[in-house]
């Protein structure tokens, strides 16, 4: 199979959440950690599925967060506040920021890559905020040809129609477009169209230092 564009998911693909949790507090004002902690993170970031802790009255608009940015603010602070948070927006605020997302090890080495190569790129998300921002402050916004952000389009995946607007914004067809995300689930739905698909693990950026390069290398792009 012939490559001629990349795709990529942004979060746990290409960067991961890493904010800063010192003034993390419970509802009883006293400090979370450890395990608590890491329970948070994971209803902050899970890319699929539903989390715990929503009214009732919000559990049938959670799959449309990344369609909404006010619904998506509304519905994780509600989560948060679900899971044991006392200050919620302390920490979405952060999810906010560009100062937040930490590139995994290879995430510039693997963009310039593929740039190197003549070959597009496009980073498909489903997201509920401008996230060119987060790119421009780790200094790898230009190696992007294009954004296709869920809340922007009106649509999520695993819809294959943001897939098909970023094969087309790029000018290539599918069957010759490799997509790199971390959900089998809502990246995998890539190879619906006839795209490659190669699945990364969204786990901790210093146990991950060249899953990119090497997703790349697979098709030959060194």
Known sequence: MTIRGVLFDFSGTLFRFEPVLDELVGDDG???A?????EVMRRMTAPVGGPGGLPERLRDEWERRDLDPPLHRD?????LRGSGVGNPEYLY???LSAEAWRPFPDTEAALTAVAAAGLPIAVVSNIAWDIRP???HAGVAEQVNEFVLSYAEGAVKPDPRLFEIACHRIGIVPGEVLMIGDSAEADGAAAELGCAVTLVEPGPADQRPRALLDALAEYGIR
């Open 30 to 32: 006293d400090a979370l």
């Open 34 to 38: 450890g395990e608590a902690q890491a």
């Open 75 to 79: 519905l994780y602070l509600a989560v």
């Open 93 to 95: 605020e952060q999810l």
């Open 134 to 136: 987060v790119f421009k």
